[in-house]
């Protein structure tokens, strides 16, 4: 306990102990990771350009600090949001995670709907705040620019994402975002697992954020690495909604989605046949020379 007192009566204190108070984690948690996030990239696309920092109004991604900005944005973003929610829900923040937990961690199946629903709808909120914030400087770039909101693919990347030129199809883009989310969870995997090398609780969020920083800067150029459906879904609504039309709402919104989707359960198949099985025969025998 502490000396903090609470913001709600007891009555509806008593509605924060169960599933309720993990979804306002897993909504609150998600808003913050997508603000922070997508809040990186305005800086790069739209407030450096615009406020007279680069070469002109609409130069942005000259050389590799715009990236680096942007994946230790997305690396510091993911460190926070975890940091903030993790003691309540777990920190899922990602409806991928939610999936590979519920598939080879007894999570609950009847509360993935739920998590993933708070995931999706934080992303939206975490979108909607970055646009107010840097509203003045997405209609500054497109003014510059020339282009109309609904064919800005510029300013609709600080919010969702999309493939490289190079990919003639959805085979590459979709692999891309299956090794990723496989990468990131098989990661997680190991961060979390006890039986594992000990990582200390609090060192725990940040070396998952460091994780997404090693996946941006190996595979995030190829398309964005969303490796979470919740961080492109919620703020291509979004956008869909804000203007940006069928550029938001095309046929590649699929790909951030599924692929993520089966990355994670392959990579939690992987973290477990390589290494957790390992750890468990090697636990049980212990146990047995024990006994």
């Known amino acids: 306990m502490t000396d903090v007192v609470p913001l709600r009566d007891a009555r509806r204190l008593n509605r924060l102990t169960g599933g309720y108070g993990d979804l306002l984690a897993e909504f609150f948690g998600t808003f913050l990771l997508i603000a922070l996030g997508t809040g990186s990239v305005a800086m790069a696309v739209v407030g450096l350009p615009g406020s007279g920092r680069t070469a002109d109004a609409t130069t942005f991604f000259q050389g590799t600090g715009d990236w680096l900005l942007i994946v230790w ?18 920190a899922h923040l990602n409806p991928a995670v939610t999936l590979a937990m519920a598939v080879r961690r007894r999570f609950p199946w009847r509360k993935v709907p739920s998590y993933c629903a708070a995931q999706v709808v934080g992303a939206f909120a975490g979108a909607a705040l970055v646009y107010a914030v840097y509203h003045p400087a997405i209609r500054a770039f497109e003014a510059a620019a020339r282009t109309p909101r609904g064919e800005a693919e510029a300013t609709f990347s600080i919010f969702a994402t999309a493939p490289a030129p ?10 891309d975002q299956v090794v990723g989310t496989g990468v990131l969870l098989v990661v997680v995997l190991a961060l979390i697992d006890a039986r594992n090398k000990a990582v200390s609780p609090k060192m725990g969020p940040l070396l998952i954020g460091f994780t997404v920083a090693a996946i941006g800067l190996s595979f995030g150029a190829n398309a964005g690495y969303a490796i979470n459906p919740a961080r492109d879904f919620g703020p291509r609504l979004f956008t869909f909604l804000a203007g940006w039309g069928d550029t938001a709402m095309n046929g590649y919104l699929w790909v951030p989605i599924v692929g993520p989707l089966i990355g994670a359960v392959l990579g939690a198949l992987l973290y477990d046949f390589f290494i957790g099985d390992v750890l468990h025969a090697r636990q049980v025998a212990e146990e047995r020379f024990v006994s």
């Open 73 to 90: 944005g997305w690396a510091f973003a993911v460190a926070f949001a975890v940091y903030v929610a993790g003691g309540v829900s777990g």
């Open 166 to 175: 190079y990919f003639s199809g959805w085979f590459g883009p979709l692999l």
